[in-house]
């Protein structure tokens, strides 16, 4: 492959947002120049005042295959992360069937991701009741790290994890040296609130916030920390919802404990008391918490304390939404919204104060550093992947359905008006996405930490 460059007088890099160019040669960057510098006679895509970012990793999103890909599958979650301005994603080990709990599983979802990927992919293990003896070998084949639940999850198939069945499994993960991430929810608030709860109205978003009490994920966040502590883990704390726990984590990393924290899209652009009854399209565990809570969750990204964001990109068929019903207790859990998290971040973010390269770290440099992938990926900079993303910040839409390019065109997002548009996605060099169309066919690979 020839040199070629990227030019704007915007390129979101480590040392802050530059005029410069990108050069890429074989799919890599050769090197990050001042817009002087640009070699002679070599292909230049100049983009003028449009931003590049490095492209965006999501390690935490449920692609669903194999097994159920009428939910999402490869083909679909590639196409929406590209549209997205994702050139990484980090599978959920859950939804698919088999759940990837055993290297065979693994095997399975490598088959079934095999010529159908727009942008490239990783995946986690799984740590359920009783796979102990399977938790080095999916380290020793290839998975990024693992993750649990210690609430069910909402799906069979894949089991939550009680603390005995936790300390069990701990030596093994802390001997790979791999995150474990955490659903940090405990199941007997969450019991309590809803026995209480039995003769209410589930139509109402009210009875089901009430029903996912915070005390759920701060009793849940206070035992992870104490075994991170025990078992000197590396303990990730998967979509924080709840602000309470800020001030422990907070102490945790005080002291020296490797512990991170992701919170989501969802919860810090939408609050409470915007969302309408019935309207199931927002519920996602843990729920969305009120306005006061949000403020405080973009505090922590502030301080450092929430280390990324990722999008738990969780769909379904927008039957299992029940929004016929209207009932918050039968429908599905999850927030679907691959396609717009950059926007949606970037309204809320811009709005604060907060500036492009805030976004890389959260969203670029953050998770490739969590999937162990960050001397690849998350950076412009001299011999990453040339995974770009060109961005306009000062575009406003309003969010419809042509702007959701993933199975289900169905996410709570909708009708929104957000600030920042992807223009272009480039994969190692490649086009993937431009103004709504996916040239070229898949380029996308396992990335192999």
Not at 10 to 16: L, M, N
Not at 281 to 300: D, H, M, T, V
Not at 312 to 331: G, I, V, Y
Request: net charge neutral; with cysteine.
């Amino acid at each position: 492959m020839s040199l070629s460059a990227f030019l704007s007088r915007r390129v979101v890099t480590p040392e802050g947002i530059l005029a410069a160019a990108v050069l890429v040669e074989d799919g890599r960057i050769l090197d990050v120049v001042p817009p002087d510098q640009l070699p002679a006679q070599i292909s230049v895509k100049d983009l003028g005042a449009a931003a590049i970012l490095p492209g965006l990793v999501d390690s935490h999103l449920h692609v669903n295959e194999p097994g159920r890909t009428e939910w999402e599958g490869f083909r679909t979650a590639t196409r929406g992360a590209a549209a997205g301005g994702y050139t990484l994603l980090v599978d959920m080990p859950l939804n698919c069937l088999p759940a990837t709990t055993t290297v065979a599983a693994l095997e399975a979802k490598r088959k079934a991701a095999s010529g159908q990927c727009l942008v490239d992919w990783m995946a986690w293990g799984g740590v359920v009741s009783g796979n102990q003896r399977h938790i080095e070998s999916l380290a020793f084949a290839g998975v990024p790290g693992f993750k649990c639940f210690l609430i069910h999850p909402g799906i069979d198939g894949f089991t939550m994890v009680t603390e005995p069945e936790l300390r069990a499994a701990l030596p093994h993960v802390a001997r790979t040296g791999l995150p474990l991430l955490v659903h940090a929810e405990l199941p007997e608030p969450v019991d309590a609130a809803t026995r209480q709860l039995a003769s209410a109205d589930w139509s109402r978003y009210s009875t089901y916030l009430q029903s996912r009490p915070d005390e759920a994920e701060l009793s849940a966040i206070r035992l992870m920390i104490s075994l991170c502590r025990e078992f000197h883990f590396r303990l990730h704390i998967v979509h924080l919802a709840t602000s309470h726990a800020l001030g422990m984590l907070r102490s945790a990393k005080s002291e020296g404990l490797p512990v991170t924290v992701e919170t989501c899209p969802h919860y810090l652009h939408f609050s409470s008391d915007k969302i309408s009854d019935g309207h199931t399209l927002f519920k996602c565990a843990p729920p969305i918490r009120s306005r006061e809570n949000r403020e405080k969750l973009w505090q922590g990204l502030r301080e450092g304390v929430i280390d990324l964001v990722a999008t738990d990109h969780s769909p379904c068929p927008p039957e299992m939404k029940r929004l016929s019903e209207a009932n918050f207790q039968t429908a599905w859990g999850g927030i679907a919204g691959l396609s717009l998290a950059l926007p949606v971040m970037w309204t809320e973010a811009s709005a604060r104060g907060f500036t492009l390269a805030d976004i890389a770290r959260w969203m670029a440099e953050g998770p490739a550093r969590l999937a162990g992938c960050d001397l690849r990926k998350g950076r412009i900079a001299k011999g990453f992947d040339a995974d770009i993303v060109v961005f306009q910040p000062e575009a406003e839409f309003i969010a419809t359905e042509q702007h959701l390019h993933y199975r289900h065109r169905a996410s709570p997002y909708l009708a929104e008006t957000l600030r920042g548009l992807v223009k272009a996605t480039y994969l190692r060099g490649d086009c993937v996405f431009s103004d709504g169309e996916f040239p070229g066919g898949p380029r996308g690979r396992e990335f192999h930490r």
